[in-house]
């Protein structure tokens, strides 16, 4: 059964710091991202990172948040500094076997979902 748990969410000051996590059960998948939706947007991708330990970001988030994962632990971290308001959003965690850089960011390729974590930036 495989299921991912994200955990860590709340809220947060401009400028300030949030770490999420994602327990991964169940299954060791190649790609795991950070996906965020804000009320009235759609789903974007914020970060991914696959087995060799390759790491993708948005452009929105460069320099500032940092995905890692702990193999030992089957999980994933988001670290975000200096957030913004903007930033305010549903955080998921997400999983798939593949692994392509090009389509990190293609929400409809991955496979399992995390029901979300909610991050809010004032």
């Known amino acids: 059964h495989v299921q991912l748990v994200e955990s860590g969410g709340g809220s947060a000051l401009a400028g300030g710091s949030v770490r999420l996590s994602c327990a991964a059960s169940g299954y060791t998948f190649n790609t795991y991202s950070w996906f965020r939706q804000a009320p009235g947007k759609e789903r974007e991708g914020v970060a991914a990172i696959d087995s060799d330990g390759s790491t993708s970001y948005a452009d929105s988030v460069k320099g500032r948040f940092t995905i890692s994962k702990d193999n030992a632990k089957n999980t994933v971290y988001l670290q975000m500094n200096s957030l913004q308001p903007e930033d305010t959003a549903m955080y998921y965690c997400?999983?798939?076997?593949?692994?392509?850089?090009?389509?990190?960011?293609?929400?409809?390729?991955?496979?399992?979902w995390g029901r979300g974590t909610q991050v809010t930036v004032s």
């Open positions: 997400a999983a798939r076997a593949a692994s392509c850089a090009l389509t990190w960011a293609r929400d409809d390729l991955y496979n399992y």
